[in-house]
């Protein structure tokens, strides 16, 4: 693989309608936040730019409708990712519940190669909303454990809290993922005519573009 | 090289050519010659016709039916589409008018316009000019100056006009990628596209490759940059990445889908994710479809889409989420 190719991390976030899907994936990318809900319609992406152990990656965030039904993007929506990020509402228990589905469903979905290695990281949102906690921090460290212990970090999308550190976490977790995935190269062609050398060989005419 | 191609061992059995075999077999390569002209321009149409057309616009080496795939995905997803092969003309100006008659033919006020390589091209140039007719872009490995090309060209396209057509197929041909590591499947859109070289014209040939090599810049669009989808693909392609830079500094807040794969015909390579990164495009602009009946949202609400760094994102929208049905959806958070 020429080292020109450049990473491409494709991060998938998936959860309940209102755990703060949208608002971290802007906390993150914008620095942005509002406390207005607005649905999320279908599936949109941000990409960003960053540097991970002295590496400069791209990380395509993929944000999903929690209302939306899966297929409707079709699988091409779950292909080739590298990292899922399952968010639940801390205050929300059965937005935490409801992770066992989301968790299924992308593996049936994406169907990675190696579905019990492949990683996830669990965000449970709005801890800045302590007062209203019903999802205990023990409670779902439990549930990542039993899952071939997936990371799982507290962040509010609203404070910026942890926002930074747990996509880190997300980016070093894909790019892991993202080695193991090289697809299959042709190696150059062999040029049985001895007189032509076909590699990078342009010998007139302009470099078009099609 | 032709000679060359077939003494290549590595060659692929392509998927690519019973796929297209297939959707030859329900949709016809329709024609309209314009009128007072000699120019002849040949079409893929697909979908329900009443809607807004999403038109495909090929690169300087390709064919209207570069884009089967989508043609075939997207009309079945319901969007109207329209993949043009567009005749020869002798410059942006002149390529316009006549796309602009192609788009009357069709019947349609607007159209959201996908061009790969010079096809972007020649489509932000027709955005610049008739800007009512353009909802949106998608460019795809696409360039808004070719000046990078005439340099390199040099004198070289002054004599394009009189050189034998197999001569410029030749050169054309010079031009796709041959070596390098690549994916089989980008491998496979390469040799297909060189195979649908054959059915063009010299006229055509020499029309695309001055368009491609004489120094234009597109001028400044109407368009907002929210409406532009960069698509490119990773790692190198034909076009230089000086172009590929100024394209993404010129529409600064266009939203940039990479693709994880290089090759630079994606839409025959992968194109199940640049059907999804069109169709991501198109939600935006509230032409979205696809939903199985009882779930299609008001249509109102739809024209109030809005993307990342719309203020209007932030506006309040109540009691309309109600529209979605999903086995999880959590009542209460309604």
Redesign the interface.
Known sequence: ??A???V?L?VIILG???VGKTSLM?QYV?KKF?N????T???????KEVMIDDKLV?M?IWDT?????FQ??????Y??ADCCVLVHDLT?P??FE?LE??RDEFLIQASPRDADNFPFVVLGNKADLESKRKVTAARATQWCKSKNTIPYHETSAATAQNVEAAFQEIARRALKQEHTED???????????AN?N????????????? | ?E??RN????TSSSSIVSDFAAFRSDCPLKKFAQPHSHLEWTYFQAGPGDATPLVFLH????TAAAFFYQVQSLSRKGYYVISAQYPAFSSPEEWCKGFDRFLDAMKCRAAHIVG???GGFLAQHYAARYPARVRSLVLC???ASTYA??A??GT??SLIPVMPSMFLRQ??Q???P???????SA?QAIDW?GQQMNDLSGEDLAS??SL??TGSQVPSLQLENRQITILES???????DE?RRQLRIQYGGA????????G??PYLSRP??V??FI??HM??FGD?I???TG?T?AAGY?EE??S??DPL?????PE??QV???P???D???
């Open positions: 693989m020429s020109k190719k450049k491409l494709k309940d309608s209102g802007n914008n509002t207005q809900y607005k649905a319609i279908g599936a949109d992406f941000l990409t791209t395509q409708a929690g209302q939306e039904r409707s993007l079709g699988v091409a929506f292909r080739g929300v059965k937005t409801s589905v989301w697809p299959i190269y042709l190696p150059e062609t062999l040029t049985l005519n032509q076909i590699s990078n060989n342009r010998p007139m005419g302009p470099d078009c573009a099609c | 090289m000679g060359g003494e290549v061992v590595v690169g300087t080496s390709s790969a390589g010079l490995n696409s360039f090309f005439a390199r060209a070289w396209s050169a054309m010079d031009t796709l041959q070596g390098g590591f690549m994916e089989m491998k596209v695309r490759l491609n090599c990773n790692g190198e392609t034909m076009v230089p172009l939203s940039f889908a990479e693709l994880k794969s290089r630079d015909f199940e994710e059907t999804l169709e991501v939600r935006r979205f696809g939903y199985p779930d949202p739809l889409l809005p990342w760094e994102a932030l506006r309040e929208e309309r989420r979605w049905k999903n999880f959806e959590d209460d958070l309604l």
